[in-house]
């Protein structure tokens, strides 16, 4: 299956990845994360390990278990980090701890090289029995709650390495190497292989969306860091210059954020009386209706207002989309101020875009081109793949070889 991303990446990439795989073939490695579906760090597992496993390693993937009450911790935790604010109860980091002794007591730890994945599973290097431990942080932590940062970083320290998505993520407390790797889109998948028009048009007409109008589109999480209801003003000040605009909010589920279906019902309630706001909850393995969204999209917004990478956002540009995104995180990476798209800081500045490129095929076209070449070059799953190869030799010591 490997050979199959020669098209994207040429020969010389994927030499190279066979080349390092080779030095780890004795290695056994571990991925640990907190959901098996929905969310861009399952998608990425899911792509991400069968790949590894073709190379000739040894790689596994494992997900946690808790109780309501514990991602109900874990989600605050994750909002306390990335925006800095937020009361966190004492009791929060008591639940979260024993949560890490009963993961610690069914999941099986003694790989040679473990990759624990965000937050959620952190507290697990406690009950480390060997191996080279290293946890990759996909969220921005840039400028995190004291408290809990100053929790986590206890754990945080007894790790061999950490890797962030971009360099700003990087910390100054922290004695540990830090690597940055950005996350990764896969080509082949079925959320980002070529469709028939005949499966986009039926996938759309079946959510009632009219494929001969303008179509906004926003992909994400119902969650506030997405800013969802500010995707919705956006929406109706553009929609004064472009009347027949519609805009389509999909979202899906997953186990890890109790938060959802609050935030949905705010989503629900700010779109209030507007007919032309689609607000679709689909399940987390919906992927060839989003794929077909996204082709079927005229612009395509990432409106977060906090983000870590944000997948959505190379998922649109491969499809050559011009993407309007919020100016933060790992967006900024993606989206080339002017070139692969726009980055914004409110709606108001968001529903200034939109018109212009609603307005503007001949724009739209050469940004998407130019943003389906600039994730080609950086964002897909081959050069993720060999960036983390490198990251084992090296906190392995076995680079110099």
Same mark, same amino acid.
């Given at each position: ?54 190379? @000739? ?19 605050? /935790? ?7 604010k ?28 473990? /990759? ?52 700003? /993520? ?23 292989m070529?469709l ?21 589109l ?11 209801? #500010? ?20 979202g ?12 949905y ?32 999209a ?10 870590? /990478? @944000? ?14 995104? #919020? ?10 101020? #002017? ?28 940004? @998407? ?32 070889s």
């Amino acid at each position: 299956m490997i050979e199959r991303y020669v098209e994207f990446v040429g020969e010389h990439e994927i030499d190279a990845i066979f080349k390092y795989a080779e030095k780890l073939k004795d290695l056994s490695i571990l991925h640990v994360n907190s959901t098996a579906a929905g969310g861009g760090v399952a998608e990425i597992l899911h792509r991400l390990v069968p790949l590894m496993r073709e190379l @000739g390693l040894n790689a596994e993937w494992k997900v946690i278990r808790g109780s309501q009450d514990f991602f109900t911790v874990t989600k605050s /935790f994750h909002n306390a980090l990335q925006t800095g604010k937020g009361e966190i109860p004492d009791e929060y980091f008591k639940i979260y701890d024993e949560w890490q002794e009963i993961n610690a007591g069914e999941i099986p730890l003694d790989y040679d090289v473990v /990759f624990i994945h965000d937050p959620q599973p952190a507290g697990l290097v406690k009950y480390r029995k060997k191996g080279t431990w290293i946890w990759r942080c996909h969220i921005d932590i840039s400028n995190p709650h004291p408290k809990v940062w100053g929790f986590l970083r206890g754990y945080i320290s007894k790790y061999d390495g950490m890797i962030v998505s971009i360099p700003e /993520f990087a910390r100054d407390d922290l004695d540990i190497p830090q690597i940055a790797i950005p996350p990764s889109i896969d080509p082949l998948s079925p959320k980002n292989m070529p469709l028939p028009q005949t499966t986009v048009d039926r996938i759309v007409d079946k959510f009632g969306v009219d494929r001969e109008r303008p179509i906004i589109l926003q992909v994400s999480r119902y969650d506030r860091a997405k800013d969802p209801v #500010g995707v919705i003003e956006s929406f109706r000040l553009a929609k004064r210059h472009v009347p027949d605009a519609q805009l389509v909010y999909l979202g899906s589920p997953a186990t890890d954020d109790p938060e959802g279906e609050v935030v949905y019902r705010e989503t629900v309630e700010a779109a209030r009386g507007e007919k032309d706001v689609h607000l679709l909850m689909l399940p987390p393995n919906s992927h060839v209706e989003v794929n077909a969204f996204q082709r079927a999209a005229t612009v395509v917004m990432q409106k977060s207002i906090k983000e870590g /990478f @944000g997948l959505t956002v190379s998922e649109a540009l491969w499809k050559r989309k011009p993407v309007i995104g #919020g100016n933060t995180g790992g967006i900024r990476i993606q989206v080339i101020n #002017g070139v692969t798209g726009f980055l914004v800081d409110s709606p108001k500045a968001a529903a200034y875009y939109l018109v212009y490129l609603l307005k503007n095929k001949k724009v739209r076209e050469e940004m @998407g081109e130019a943003g389906r070449d600039h994730v080609r070059r950086n964002f897909l799953i081959t050069q993720q793949l060999r960036r983390y190869l490198m990251a084992i030799l090296y906190l392995t010591k076995r680079h110099a070889s």
